[in-house]
Structure formats: C-alpha cells, structure tokens
C-alpha cells in the first residue's frame, strides 16, 4: 500500500500555536495601558523598598544589640586578663 505523504506533511503548514494570542495581545496594548502598567510596577517596587527598610531597621537594632552583648563580654575577658597579668607581675616582684 503505497504511503500518503501529504498526510505527513500537511502539519508543518499550520500556524505555530502562540501566533494568534500573540498578535491579539500586542495588539491592546496600548500607550495607556503600558502607563498603568508602568505605573502599577512602580508601585510595587515602593512597597518592595518599604518592606526592606523596615526589616533593615529590625536588622540593625538586633545587630546592635548583639554587638553591645559580645562587646560587654570583651570587656570582661579584658578586665580578666589584666588583672591576671598585674597578678603575676607582682607575685613576680614581690613574691
């Protein structure tokens, strides 16, 4: 049975899926609502900045306050480790 090549064939004629909506699409896409896109994302990203800053605030005053911790604890160590060093420089000199 001799094949029908044309039944093979015939589908690399039709139009890609996405064509029509495409061109539809671009087609509505106006200068105004390209404004109220532009308008739209703007927004969104003034929302973004605020949320940012508000967790950068949170940030940095736990940060601070972890800072002001290990420097206090510094401190201790330092006091510790002069006191042990005069310890053993009059120990050495008087002892």
């Known amino acids: ?6 039944t093979y064939v015939a589908h690399t004629r039709v ?3 996405y064509s029509g909506p495409m061109e539809s ?14 308008q ?6 003034r929302e973004v900045r605020r949320e940012i800053r508000q967790v950068e605030t949170g940030l ?3 940060m601070n306050d972890r800072f ?9 160590l330092f006091g ?9 420089v009059v120990q050495h000199f008087v002892g």
């Open 1 to 6: 049975m001799p094949h029908k090549w044309s």
């Open 15 to 17: 139009n890609p899926p």
């Open 25 to 38: 699409t671009r087609a509505t896409w106006n200068d105004q609502r390209m404004d109220e896109f532009a």
């Open 40 to 45: 739209r994302t703007e927004e969104n990203f």
């Open 60 to 62: 940095r005053s736990e």
């Open 68 to 76: 002001g911790k290990l420097e206090a604890k510094f401190n201790i």
């Open 80 to 88: 510790a480790l002069a006191t042990g060093f005069v310890a053993v």
